[in-house]
């Protein structure tokens, strides 16, 4: 899985670049992420953040009690891998590159870079300025601490999708024999797998409110 995860990294950072590139493309639409100053609307980048968390642990609490009952039959067994594919695939499409919370993300960015540059011509004749560019360079390099939590976020899920497909008919197979507990186990691993995102995605949440912390003077 580990290798799985890996790959799905490497491409998931390329077609971040790619990202880049085509969000470069369209100020209209970055537009729509600004607040009336101009600034990005970190306000709304962190309750989207907030929401896919909420909605991961309200998944992840109806998959326990479901697995309680999977050993009832093959069916059970069967929605019980849907409910965990639905919920991986909620998470993995909220993050994607060209969502909302990429796209917000990644505009302010570009806004900060703007105003890191600004500082820095200021400093050239007000030294004061060379403090808050150095600011700004701190909350860059947070934002960027957030993309790549981001970027793992999507490799771990899409890791976990593949893993579903390819034990769900060994886990129906399972079931066929008589065997729920050997089913039992496969699901509590995708489970307990649940559960680490459902961590990753706290530390996302906490790493959003860092990148949103307090506004820097301009």
Known sequence: MKTSIAAALAIAIALAGFSLTADA?????????????????????????KTIAVDLEQNISAVMDALKGASNSREDGAKLLEQMQVSIEAVHGS????????????????????????????????PAFDQ???EWSLKIEQAGELRKQILTQRAESMAMLDQIL???EVVLAYYDLGQADRALEAMQTVSDNLGRMNDSMREIVDQTQVVAGPAISQ
Do not use: Y
């Open 25 to 49: 493309q369209q100020p209209a639409q970055q537009e729509q992420g600004a607040s009336e100053n101009g600034q990005p609307d970190m306000e709304r980048l962190v309750e989207g953040v």
């Open 95 to 126: 993050l994607a590159e060209d969502g909302n919370i990429w796209t917000e993300l990644t505009r302010a960015m570009e806004i900060w870079d703007g105003n890191r540059k600004s500082a820095l011509e200021k400093s050239e004749t007000n």
């Open 132 to 134: 808050i560019a150095e």
């Open 166 to 168: 390819s034990d769900r």
